[in-house]
C-alpha cells in the first residue's frame, strides 16, 4: 500500500510560508476519515494516519479557492486565455501531436481542436500543471474549507484509491491549489473514472505521457455525451438578451426558440437540435450566444460557461491557424 497524509491543522494564522501539519486530535473528522477508509477500502489505520500526519494545511490554498477566474467578468476573463501565446503553442502542440491526437479522434470522435484548447485553457499545453502536492490541497481543502469540505473529502477518498490502484505515493504527485491534476487537470475521482492507457503500457500517466492525456480528456468528453460533427455554439444578436436562460443544460430546440419569436437564428443546422441561450458579460453590452448540446459537454469539464466559451473561442482560433497554414 501507498503512504498517506498527515493531514493539517488549521489555525488560520500562519506566517507567509509557514503551513501547519494536520493533527488529527485538532480535526475529529481526519481521524473519523481514516476510519471510515480503513472499514470501506481495506486501508490500514497506522498507514493512513502516517500519510495524512505529512499533510500541511495550507493558507495560499484557502485563499486561492475564494477567488477563481470564473467570477470575472467574460470581457475580462476571455482576455486571459485568447493570447497570441496560447494559440501559437496550440499550433506547435497540434503539429508535435497531430498522429496521436488523429488516432484519439477516430476512437473517441472528438476533434483534435478542442482536446488541444482544453490542455491550453487548463496548463498552457503541460507547461503549468500546478505545484501544490495534491495531497496538501486536498487535506486543507477537505478539513479546513467547511464550506466544500464534503467534496474535497469524497475526491481526498478518490486521490488515496487511485494512488493504490496506480502505485503512486500519494505524497509526491503535484497539481493545483484544488487538487486537480496532470496536464488536463483532472480532479482524482475523474482520474479513476476517465483516464486512458493510450499505449497499453499499464499506467494512465496524465502527467508525462502525451498519448495517455489526449485520450483521457477525449474519453472524458465522449462519455459526458459529445456528439461528433455537431455544432458547439453561433452568436446572437443583442435582441436575444430576453431568451437567456442562467442553466448550462441545452434543453430546447431550434425551432422551439423560432416558435416563441427569437430571430436571426442559424439557418444550417436542423431545427430539432437541442439549444440554450447564453449572455456573457461584454465590455459595453451583452455577448449573446447559443449554446448546443456540445458547449453543454465542455461544461462538465468545468461547470461554467466562461469556461466554455473559452475553449470554444481558443478552438477555433487554433483551427484556424492551422488551416491557413495547410492552405499556404
Request: no cysteine; hydrophobic share 40%; charged share 25%.
Amino acid at each position: 500500500m501507498n503512504t498517506l497524509i498527515r493531514l493539517i491543522a488549521l489555525p488560520l494564522v500562519m506566517a507567509s510560508g509557514w503551513a501547519p501539519a494536520l493533527s488529527l486530535d485538532e480535526h475529529p473528522k481526519a481521524h473519523q476519515f481514516i476510519q471510515q477508509m480503513a472499514k470501506t477500502h481495506g486501508f490500514e489505520v497506522a498507514y493512513l494516519t502516517e500519510v495524512l500526519n505529512d499533510a500541511r494545511i495550507k493558507q495560499n490554498i484557502l485563499k486561492a479557492i475564494q477567488r477563481p477566474a470564473e467570477a470575472k467578468p467574460w470581457y475580462q476573463y476571455r482576455k486571459i486565455f485568447l493570447t497570441e501565446r496560447r494559440i501559437d503553442d496550440g499550433v506547435k502542440f497540434w503539429q508535435r501531436h497531430r498522429e496521436i491526437l488523429d488516432q484519439v479522434q477516430q476512437s473517441y470522435g472528438v476533434s483534435p481542436e478542442i482536446v488541444v484548447a482544453i490542455l491550453g485553457v487548463e496548463t498552457l499545453y503541460g507547461a503549468r500543471t500546478g505545484s501544490f502536492r495534491v495531497l496538501d490541497a486536498l487535506s486543507t481543502l477537505a478539513f479546513g474549507y467547511p464550506k466544500r469540505a464534503d467534496f474535497f473529502r469524497s475526491e481526498l477518498e478518490q486521490f488515496l484509491l487511485l494512488s493504490r490502484e496506480e502505485d503512486l505515493d500519494p505524497r509526491v504527485p503535484e497539481g493545483s491549489y484544488a487538487g486537480a491534476m496532470g496536464w488536463p487537470q483532472f480532479m482524482p475521482s475523474s482520474y479513476r473514472h476517465y483516464a486512458a492507457d493510450f499505449d497499453g503500457d499499464g499506467k494512465r500517466d496524465i502527467w508525462n505521457n502525451p498519448g495517455d492525456v489526449i485520450a483521457s480528456v477525449a474519453n472524458y468528453f465522449s462519455r459526458h455525451g459529445w456528439k461528433k460533427g455537431q455544432p458547439i455554439a453561433s452568436r446572437l444578436p443583442e435582441s436575444a438578451t430576453p431568451f437567456a436562460d442562467k442553466t448550462l443544460k441545452a434543453k430546447y430546440t431550434l425551432g422551439e426558440l423560432q416558435a416563441n419569436g427569437l430571430s436571426s437564428l442559424p439557418k444550417e443546422h436542423e431545427p430539432s437540435l437541442k439549444v440554450n441561450v447564453i449572455s456573457l458579460e461584454g465590455e459595453n453590452s451583452p455577448e449573446n450566444w447559443l449554446g448546443f448540446e456540445n458547449f453543454y459537454v465542455i461544461t462538465r469539464y468545468n461547470h461554467s460557461p466562461l469556461y466554455a466559451m473559452a475553449v470554444y473561442q481558443l478552438s477555433k482560433e487554433i483551427k484556424r491557424r492551422m488551416d491557413k497554414m495547410a492552405a499556404e
